[in-house]
T-cell receptor
Framework: ELKVEQNPLFLSMQEGKNYTIYCNYSTTSDRLYWYRQDPGKSLESLFVLLSNGAVKQEGRLMASLDTKARLSTLHITAAVHDLSATYFCAVDGNAGGTSYGKLTFGQGTILTVHP | NAGVTQTPKFQVLKTGQSMTLQCAQDMNHEYMSWYRQDPGMGLRLIHYSVGAGITDQGEVPNGYNVSRSTTEDFPLRLLSAAPSQTSVYFC????????????FGPGTRLTVL
């Protein structure tokens, strides 16, 4: 059974600081997703990582994937208040085959950025 | 494109009642799925479909039925609602091709009393 674990689950940051959210998963997969969710809203896709060593960046967020270590990271650079949200990683358990969109999610990391 | 739409946005049911949560997408996506979100647990897959007429169970299927008669629609039926089904329900869809992004609907907040 695929398990996905994020840490930390709660992250309180000061504006301008850097930090990393970690996503570990238990079985082989080469497809990993990061989502953002604002309170009471739906999930917004941030990154889709499709191979070992994949790195993607958008603004102050950068995501990477190490399939051998079964680890993805979401790095936040010079945090700003607008980044406050819950961040989820999700793994497609159908490794190497057709992606049916069967995602297993981590518990989510609640990020709060303080002035 | 409206993307993925869900109705209703909010619903309150009494234990034992049945209802259908509606989901539609206008992106011609083959794959559609239903997730529930409970506090502190992330999202969990209920059922999914890889095309019209084809459905399968996810991680937490008990108490829910689905069918897929068209590419656009993927309703989720609660047969006899229980308080344990109080949750936020999200429908999602995904293309077969190069775009691996899964698009989520706005969600339905369901309370079962």
């Amino acid at each position: 059974e695929l398990k996905v674990e994020q840490n930390p689950l709660f992250l309180s940051m000061q504006e301008g600081k850097n930090y990393t959210i970690y996503c570990n998963y238990s079985t082989t997969s080469d497809r990993l997703y990061w989502y953002r969710q604002d309170p009471g809203k739906s999930l917004e896709s941030l990154f889709v990582l499709l191979s070992n060593g994949a790195v993607k960046q958008e603004g102050r967020l950068m995501a990477s994937l190490d399939t051998k270590a079964r680890l993805s990271t979401l790095h936040i650079t010079a945090a700003v208040h607008d980044l406050s949200a819950t961040y989820f990683c999700a793994v497609d358990g159908n490794a190497g085959g057709t992606s049916y969109g069967k995602l297993t999610f981590g518990q989510g990391t609640i990020l709060t950025v303080h002035p | 494109n409206a993307g993925v739409t869900q109705t209703p946005k909010f619903q309150v049911l009494k234990t034992g009642q049945s209802m259908t949560l509606q989901c539609a997408q206008d992106m011609n996506h083959e794959y559609m799925s239903w997730y529930r979100q409970d506090p502190g647990m992330g999202l969990r897959l209920i059922h999914y479909s890889v095309g019209a007429g084809i459905t399968d169970q996810g991680e937490v299927p008990n108490g829910y039925n689905v069918s897929r008669s068209t590419t656009e629609d993927f309703p989720l039926r609660l047969l006899s609602a229980a308080p344990s089904q109080t949750s936020v329900y999200f429908c999602a869809s995904k293309d077969l091709g190069l775009d691996h992004t899964q698009y989520f609907g706005p969600g339905t907040r369901l309370t079962v009393l």
